[in-house]
């Protein structure tokens, strides 16, 4: 099945480095994501060819004969609990279910006006009686107490329905039985004996999608989301996800479930710095980290001070963990002398701590001592970006504009607030605002490289290809050694739709910048998008993870090609490595979104194989 996936997957239009992007993605994208495309074919392929016109799901020829005999009675106020489904499977499950069709029926109809006094009464006879008689008078006595309690149901008198439903459960074990009692239960809010009921059903007949949907509500109601949301994606799987019901449905629970558990994982985790990957990136969209402490002639620096331009030789080595640990320790010497008085940088010591704490997700402390560096210095421009940064996680875009624009005013010439204008009005998809905002920054300071990267995307994302290619290659002429600029060259390219190219490119920033595990990750992409070389591909991103075994595109990258393998279990352990890297509460909620889709679908294909084998059996 491994290959087939494969050679199914290099076919797709989506390209894997779209599918790596986890933000702002539905839940139909998951689920389609998550199985392979060959199976979701054939399921829905069997599905329809072997469905019959009456209950959806059931299969007994018997159930055939008699939806044909009451599609001839003529004016009846209301349909049996079990005839519903056949309208649409969008329906399925709405409410009490099979019920819907009782509009409008009193809700204290009388005995007589539910037909009860000139039906036979098979539910007195005992077992003995029961034993004796031949298959088809089982069938015979048990349709006619499934008739008496769908009347009993659309009279919404639970209780009798519910005598009857089973008493007909011992002339015939049917699956419509256990589904009519089970909406009876809902409609009473019992959601553990829907459950119980459901299940019964779906054992006789695992693709009965009415009583999925309300086992699935069930398990909602019931705050059992992971197992609703498999109820679900089961559904959505047997009607090709064309159930519209089931789809919304499986996208709302996904939804409680994930933001539930990264809020509670975000409560209860420590702080911690994401991978050494990500803090260098965020680091080189600022020229420096602050400026070092220099004592004047005769004078020696503070400890404070000593400290701060310490955790600034630490940064530069990409050692961060030594780096945070000088810059506490400078922090603490501040406030445990209770002034600083004496202390040269007081104002970089807190914007470089306020950022560390940013980078740890740490948004109240950082938020705190920025704001103490700009008590100590109002015209801190760094702890200004810094804090428009902190604010721009925190999806305060005015805020962020108003930061910006006070560094302009006090640097009009500073290239990283007109660097940070142009990624806000990037974030806005203000492209064209973006460009000159880069423009900008790139004239004023000619060694920053990020800004020649940006417009060049930007130029890409607007249509001007020819000028994004322009712009790379003048600044891979200005800065020949810079690993990072060729990486993104060669996503543009990838993009583009030529990954040879693109290939080219990161193995250019690998032989520039081994220790950086990101071309190692979209070379990876771009050998598996193109030709499915696994192998090669796994072989590149395990460089990767050695190189920063934290790395969280290498991460999502490797679950994802797992996953086009077929290797679930392991594309799992993936992605539940994934959710324990992320960074922020959005990130972590999408990481579980996809984890989850996966998961349950996995689970389909784990808990019905013999399913499974028939409909990819039934494929032409």
Known sequence: MAESTTDNTVQKSATLLERLNLQERGWKFYAAASIPPIVVASLALWYYSSSRDGEAGASKDEDKKKSKRKAKKSKKSAKPADESAAASSSAAGASAGDASSSAGKPAGASTASVGEDDEERPESMTDAQIAALDGAALKKLAQSLKSRGNKFFQAKRYPKAIELYTQALRFDKDPVFYSNRAACYAAENDNDKVIADCTSALKLEPRYVKALMRRAQANENTERFRDSLYDFTTACILEDFNNTLAATSAERVLKKLAEAEARERIEKREPRLPSKSFISGYLNSFRSCGDEAVAAEGEQLSEADTLYNEALS??????????????????????????????????????????????????????????????????????????????????????????????????????????????????????????????????????FVYPRIQLGVVQFKIGKMQDALATFKEAMERFPARSDLYNYYGEVLAEQGGPDDAITAFEKAIELDGANPLPYVNQAI???????????????????LKVDSECELAVAALSQIYLQLGMFEESLSMLRRAVDLAKSEEEMVSAITFRETTAAQYRFMKEHPDLLNKMMGAMP
């Open 314 to 447: 630490f940064i530069a080595l990409q050692d961060y963990a030594n780096g945070i640990a000088s810059i506490d320790k400078a922090v603490a010497a501040i406030d445990e002398a209770g002034t600083a008085d004496g202390v040269l940088r007081a104002d970089d010591i807190y914007s470089l701590s306020g950022m560390f704490s940013f980078l740890k997700s740490s948004l109240d402390m950082s938020a705190a001592r920025l704001d103490k560096a700009l008590e100590f210095n109002p015209k801190h421009v760094r702890s200004l970006l810094r804090k428009a940064n902190l604010f721009t996680e925190k999806r305060d875009l005015d805020m962020v504009s108003q930061l910006l624009e006070m560094a302009c005013e006090i640097e009009p010439e500073n290239a990283e607030a007109f660097f940070q204008k142009g990624q806000v009005d990037f974030l806005k998809q203000d492209f064209a605002e973006a460009a000159k905002n880069y423009e900008r920054a790139a004239g004023l300071d000619p060694d």
């Open 526 to 544: 771009a050998v598996f998008q193109s030709s499915g070389n696994a192998d090669k591909a796994l072989t590149l991103i395990q460089a990767a």
